[in-house]
């Protein structure tokens, strides 16, 4: 059976892809980069280690990279942060899960302050066992190290029954290369198709539709672990 859930956050829980794009966005003008903000919402999932590099040298990333990431994370907490609303249903599904004795950690690559506004907007701290930020991982996904560090916070845990829930390929990657069962949602504006690709075993439209589906995705969640082993 699934005995604990990894939840993505952003896109998964809350509606900020297009908001943390346009932070970026505006971000990186300070530094001389005009990068639309519709192609940068295809990279959010992935933490400042990851995208960076798309978008500027490793030298001048030695120079001010940091400093822009500083600066993206003070933009998007005191301009964009107060327009995330969480998705509809984020409650209902986790209560849902607490009363099947399913353990859920929150595992995102957010910094500490951006992931302590998180948990609280979303309003289910008394729901969860643990959380991560950046600060728990070397490396944001497609890597799994916050999966990694989300597993270490359960504690021992059979892999067999764990999952992962995100709304992007880069969480399913992640989730494969632990040998987790991952499910997608397209909240983040992602294809069936691509999800389904990037090896989810199953896609649902929102966190609605996920809790609406509860039986199916968990059934289908524990079929692929038993395939897996």
Not at 9 to 25: C, N, P, Q, Y
Not at 31 to 39: C, L, S, T, W
Not at 136 to 161: M, N, Q, W
Request: glycine share 8%.
């Amino acid at each position: 059976m699934v005995s604990a859930v990894l939840f993505d956050i952003d896109g998964t829980l809350v509606d900020s892809v297009d908001l943390h794009a346009e932070a970026w966005r505006e971000a990186m003008l300070r530094f001389g980069r005009d990068v639309p903000a519709e192609r940068l919402r295809w990279d959010i999932g992935k933490g400042a280690d990851q995208l960076l590099p798309s978008y500027f040298s490793a030298e001048e990333l030695k120079r001010f990279g940091e400093e822009l990431e500083e600066q993206r994370s003070e933009l998007y907490m005191e301009k964009y942060f107060p327009r995330v609303r969480p998705f509809p249903g984020v409650r209902a599904l986790f209560e849902r899960m607490a009363s099947e004795g399913r353990r859920v950690v929150l595992a995102s690559s957010a910094n500490e302050r951006e992931l302590d506004a998180l948990v609280e907007l979303t309003g289910v701290e008394d729901l969860i066992e643990a959380s991560t930020s950046s600060d728990d991982a070397d490396r944001s996904k497609p890597h799994p190290d916050i999966f990694e560090a989300a597993l270490d916070k359960l504690g021992s845990v059979d892999l067999r029954e764990v999952m992962v829930v995100g709304d992007t390929p880069y969480d399913a990657e992640a989730a494969g290369k632990l040998g987790l069962s991952a499910i997608g949602v397209r909240t983040g504006g992602w294809s069936e198709e691509r999800l389904l690709e990037a090896g989810c075993v199953a896609v649902y439209g929102d966190l609605k539709d996920l809790l609406a589906h509860h039986d199916e995705w968990t059934q289908r969640a524990e079929a692929q672990l038993r395939k897996a082993s």
